[in-house]
């Protein structure tokens, strides 16, 4: 098992920036692959931004792409979600998840995924 607790969220005005974190316990983090979702009122989730066990490969989608960075920290058992240049649209509460993924690959569907933590909500104030 590994539990998953994000923070980070708020309200934020449009063009400003937030850092959200996801602290993971339980099995070895280094293990897991991690991701961003989010999910707006009345939509689908969607897949923000995903990286690779050791950090070195990442993705983006293309909303957020030279916007948001993703990273990780694995001595500290943490992943990371740098959200600049924020938009009206980016509100959505953001879920991170752990995907036992082995090398450097990284999905993007989320149904791959084995563990999701319990969201933090973004509010973009125009």
């Known amino acids: 098992q590994v539990q998953l607790v994000e923070s980070g969220g708020g309200l934020v005005q449009a063009g400003g920036s937030l850092r959200l974190s996801c602290a993971a316990s339980?099995?070895?983090?280094?293990?897991?692959?991690m991701g961003w979702f989010r999910q707006a009122p009345g939509k689908e989730r969607e897949f923000v931004a995903a990286?690779?066990?050791?950090?070195?490969?990442?993705y983006y989608a293309d909303s957020v792409k030279g916007r948001f960075t993703i990273s990780r920290d694995n001595a500290k058992n943490t992943v990371y979600l740098q959200m600049n240049s924020l938009k009206p649209e980016d509100t959505a509460v953001y879920y991170c998840?752990?995907?036992?993924?082995?090398?450097?690959?990284?999905?993007?569907?989320?149904?791959?995924?084995?563990?999701w933590g319990q969201g933090t909500q973004v509010t973009l104030s125009s």
């Open positions: 998840a752990a995907d036992y993924l082995p090398g450097a690959a990284i999905r993007t569907d989320g149904s791959f995924y084995d563990y």
């Open positions: 339980g099995r070895t983090f280094s293990w897991y692959g």
């Open positions: 990286i690779s066990r050791s950090g070195g490969s990442t």
